[in-house]
């Protein structure tokens, strides 16, 4: 059973809606740039936790404009500080992938007691200009499975009504746009500079076919965060949580519990 | 009407399966030029719309693309400076209208009013500003904008340089897009109390409900398809005018056309056929969709409107093999004879309220010689039956000097 939290922060400018399931111990979830999805991986995390997933703001049903409150990362750390303590989550764990695993490693850095643990699955965030980001922002639709998958038909399939496809496409083209606003046209606000400050235990999480963020990536996140480990999920793209999700589940938890 | 005759400077010599191979912005080759062929585009841009002066036209116009063959112009203030310089040298009393400087592209607005306001000054009150949102690929790749700024930033930009033009004090700024401790530009335009000003757009809704509260002209090119985007896009324009309570004068509209006049029907689509072709084969065709709709640039309500009804879109994703058959029956050109061109034009000028028609008549692999003679045969034997059109109503938006009303 899924909640909505309405959490009205940022001096009443804003309203972050976080999604809810589970009944465990608290454990944020930040979501990749196309929203947030309950999909198997949450639902597996839910098994174990009370799961809160933040929806990026603009990326709510019926509020699309709230992205328009937030102009830069620094606005947006300050967001999810606020709603992190109002969900009373305080030190807990947390996961973010994607564009996700760049936030949750803002905030953390940010704030270095904001989670116990850490878990970053193909985070964006660092650039090298010998293994360049994708742009997945300009990606043509037809393009966009073989960037994120391994095996392109690991990406879920559009609703068969019309009205829901349309409605499926038009939120995660919306959500892209509100989630590029900071990450555009390079992914990267400086985090090379901040990852050091970062004091929760933490995995990094690959794909070890990740065509939109190669998997060089995972060395340079481990080398700048101390005590980082790092598991590489086989047979993955940029998304092991969607394309390999019993695997990734397994690292995920298997490190929460140690 | 007033007419006035647009231009670009297109590399005309792309290989002949270039729509297949490429695209035709950002990433195209640049290797497929040469040095001489790119010098020439130049020289033809400014002798063709140099001609139209001569010929009559009421004014000049040239827009901005960037990173592309299909027209080698980074920002039209610079052809527009060097036709206010010429043009007033040699007395000829056009208008000088640069309808492309993207405001949600510029990240130096404030140099955008002064490049303005110096074009005004150097043709003594001549200038017509156009200052569209900013075509996706270019402002967020070619120059690095977020799609979902870009919107914010012309909003600012615009406010931004209505200000500078008109407030006689120096100000500063605190902008959410760009700080400026004293904004006091020199020149000021020569236009009181500022230039007329037009917004270029497709189609938005808001863009259009902007031109109207702030009392500018709008701006719509036909490269879609006129015959099947003109309606929906004019009824549009007027119905949102009607809302916000304005008398619709057409002065307030402008309507870019491609255009191809010969002695008779058969005779353009011999000499202009694979010319049109060329220039939408290797230009909009050539371009993914994605370079102008990225995530983000349109808004979500935009997004679910395009996908249930993509009909703003004309005939844009049948471009790449597009013949000039299909092209002139969607209206992306008006070919034919001089009362094929009249006829057609001053139809669709008196039934969708036109006030200034953007006359294309130089495109894609036209030689010179072709384009002047379209020039000349548009100034002479079309133009008259169309400038007495509209005569009734006065025209807001253009330049005192030239017999407007600002």
Known sequence: MTRDIPLTVFGGRLTVHVKALGDGDPLVYFHPAAGLALDPFVQGLAARYTVYAPEFPGTSAGDPYAVHQVDDVWDLVLVYEEVIRGLSAWGCPAVGASFGGMLAAEVAATFPDAFGRLVLLDPLGLWRADQPVADWVSAAPADLAALLYHDATAAPVLPADPAAAIEAIASAVWSTGCTGKFVWPIPDRGLAKRLHRIAARTLIVWGEQDRLAPVGYAEEFRSRIAGAEVAIIPDSGHLPQVEQSAAAQRAVTGFLAR | ?????????????????????????????????????????????????????????????????????????????????????????????????????????????????????????????????????????????????????????????????????????????????????????????????????????????????????????????????????????????????????????????????????????EQAARDYGRHVEYFFRKNLGALRPEMIALPGGIDINGVRALLRDPGDLGMVDKMRDATFDQLRAAGAVIAGSPETVRDGIAQFAAEYGIGNLYAQLSFGSLPRDLAMRNVSLFAEQVAPALRGLWAEHDHHWWPRRLGGAP
């Open chain 2, 1 to 265: 009407m007033k007419l006035i005759l647009f231009a670009q400077a297109p590399y005309q010599h792309l290989p002949e399966d270039f729509e297949h191979r490429f695209e035709s912005a950002v990433t195209t080759p640049y290797s497929l030029t040469t040095a001489e062929r790119v010098c020439a585009a130049y020289q033809d841009l400014m002798e063709i719309l140099l001609h139209g002066a001569r010929c009559g036209f009421d004014g000049l116009a040239m827009t901005e693309h960037s990173q592309s063959p299909s027209d080698m112009v980074p920002n039209p203030d610079l052809i527009a400076s060097a036709l206010a310089y010429v043009t007033e040298a040699a007395g000829l009393d056009v208008a000088i209208c640069p309808v492309g400087r993207s405001l949600g592209k510029s990240r130096e607005p404030v140099r955008v009013a002064e490049e303005c306001a110096m074009i005004d000054v150097m043709s003594r009150g001549r200038l017509v500003a156009g200052f569209p949102v900013g075509l996706a690929y270019d402002a967020c790749i070619n120059n690095g904008i977020p799609p979902l700024a870009v919107r914010g930033r012309f909003e600012e930009g615009l406010d931004l340089v209505l200000r500078a033009w008109q407030d006689p004090h120096p100000f500063a700024w605190n902008g959410r897009h760009g700080q400026y401790p004293s904004v006091n530009i020199w020149p000021r335009p020569v236009q009181q109390p500022r230039p007329p000003v037009s917004i270029t757009g497709i189609g938005n809704p808001r863009t259009m409900a902007t031109t109207f509260e702030r009392d500018l002209g709008f701006t719509y090119f036909g490269w879609f398809g006129a015959n099947l985007t003109g309606g929906r896009v004019f009824e549009r324009f007027w119905e949102i005018g009607e809302r916000a309570g304005v008398a619709r004068n057409p002065y307030r509209l402008s309507f870019l056309q491609t255009i191809a006049v010969a002695e008779t029907d």
